[in-house]
């Protein structure tokens, strides 16, 4: 398979998922090229994967800097992908955890590591030569 062709069944697979911008996502291909735009996304699910480590290993020391910084590192590269909506959340509960450095935002960090869960699945389902890029 070509990689024009890889790129327009990922983008078609991740467009059922519900928060994903098809637009952003072909706005970075055509900034970049096809190669680097699946680069990105292959890397942006190992962002998704080690930053829902830093968020349960954070919850689980009561440190609230490990979490602010896992959810902070996901809201620039969700928006760019064309995961705005997560981007957005990302962004605003790091936002939130820095300037209280507590962690008593525990059910909007537990529907947040849920929601991020369910997105690393979803990109997993839509990009099986995913490895291919990393």
């Not at 519900?18 to 970075?28: G, M, T």
């Not at 997560?86 to 962004?91: A, T």
């Amino acid at each position: 398979m070509d990689i024009k062709t890889e790129f327009e069944e990922v983008k078609c697979a991740l467009q059922k998922t519900p928060a994903f911008n098809s637009q952003i996502f072909s706005q970075l291909q055509e900034d970049t090229n096809y190669e680097v735009a699946l680069k990105m996304l292959a890397r942006f699910h190992t962002t998704l994967i080690e930053s829902i480590g830093f968020i349960n290993k954070g919850l689980e020391s009561e440190n609230a800097e490990l979490v602010w910084k896992a959810c902070h590192k996901v809201a620039g590269t969700a928006e760019l992908i064309g995961f705005v909506n997560l981007g957005q959340i990302s962004r605003e509960l790091s936002k939130n955890i820095k300037a209280s450095n507590d962690l008593s935002l525990m059910p909007e960090i537990t529907k947040y590591i849920d929601e991020t869960l369910l997105l690393k699945n979803e990109i997993e389902k839509a990009f099986i030569r995913m490895n291919d890029y990393l």
